[in-house]
């Protein structure tokens, strides 16, 4: 259900489905993350994708010969994956439902459960985003992993308003606006993009960051242990001043 201030758990998928692929293609992280993901899955290891998309990750991996499943808020996001899929070698298992809603996820159990490019973020609330660390305990099979990937927040003493740059050409321009709320770790976005003779276009977004320590207590109250953590999916170090992680949690047992 929307909330009053619009948003609801399809809100980023209809934002962005139609560019997603152009803004956002694969790249070597992209490589290093279906590398990292296939070896903690193993030979023919499930993996269940929070937040599939367009398949970024999901179709090169079930091209790997994982059993993949796809589990997306957007069915605009979805359709474009099935797309994808008409014709194709590979096979994903797509479900339409909300993360942060564990009545709707697919049943397990899983190898690997992969929540990427701060999919864990896009849940609205500490609550979503603790129902969606149960969830993922309850479908992951004994000794599974849960691999989080996020943005390290930086601290944010007071109300901070921005207006950004993304991208200028000789008939777009995209901005991004945004409000960040320090008492409820809130983000909320637009990408406004305008094209020369087109009516403005806006691409609303909202974010709940947390910084990897309040990830870790989340993962801790549903019975995971943190494994691992990384600054990119290629294994190089943490720092915690960084910009990014990549964290592995387990499920004990196997």
């Not at 903690?40 to 993949?68: M, Q």
């Not at 990427?116 to 969830?135: G, I, K, T």
């Amino acid at each position: 259900m929307p909330d009053r201030s619009g948003f609801d758990a399809g809100t980023y998928g209809r934002s962005f489905a139609d560019v997603y692929d152009e803004w956002y293609p694969g790249d070597e992280a992209t490589d290093a993350a279906v590398a990292a993901l296939s070896d903690l899955a193993g030979p023919g290891g499930r993996i269940l994708e929070l937040g599939v998309g367009t398949g970024r990750l999901a179709l090169p991996l079930a091209a790997a010969g994982h059993p993949v499943t796809g589990m997306d808020a957007s069915e605009e996001m979805l359709e474009r994956l099935r797309g994808k899929l008409r014709g194709g070698d590979a096979t994903v298992e797509v479900v339409h439902g909300d993360v942060g809603d564990p009545h709707q996820w697919p049943a397990g159990p899983f190898d690997v459960v992969v929540a990427a490019f701060n999919l864990v973020f896009n849940l609205p609330s500490e609550q979503d985003q603790a129902r969606c660390f149960d969830a993922a305990a309850g479908v992951l099979a004994p000794g599974g992993t849960l691999v989080v990937e996020a943005f390290v927040p930086a601290p944010l003493p007071e109300r901070d308003r921005r207006l950004e740059v993304r991208e200028v050409t000789a008939s777009r321009v995209v901005l991004i606006a945004t409000d960040a709320d320090p008492s409820t770790g809130v983000v909320v976005g637009q990408h406004v993009e305008l094209v020369d003779g087109e009516p403005v276009r806006l691409r609303p977004w909202r974010l709940r960051v947390a910084p990897p320590a309040d990830l870790d207590r989340l993962a801790a109250a549903a019975g995971l242990e943190l494994a691992a953590r990384h600054a990119d999916w290629k294994g190089a170090p943490f720092d915690p001043h960084g910009a990014t992680h990549v964290s592995r949690y387990r499920r004990p047992g196997g």
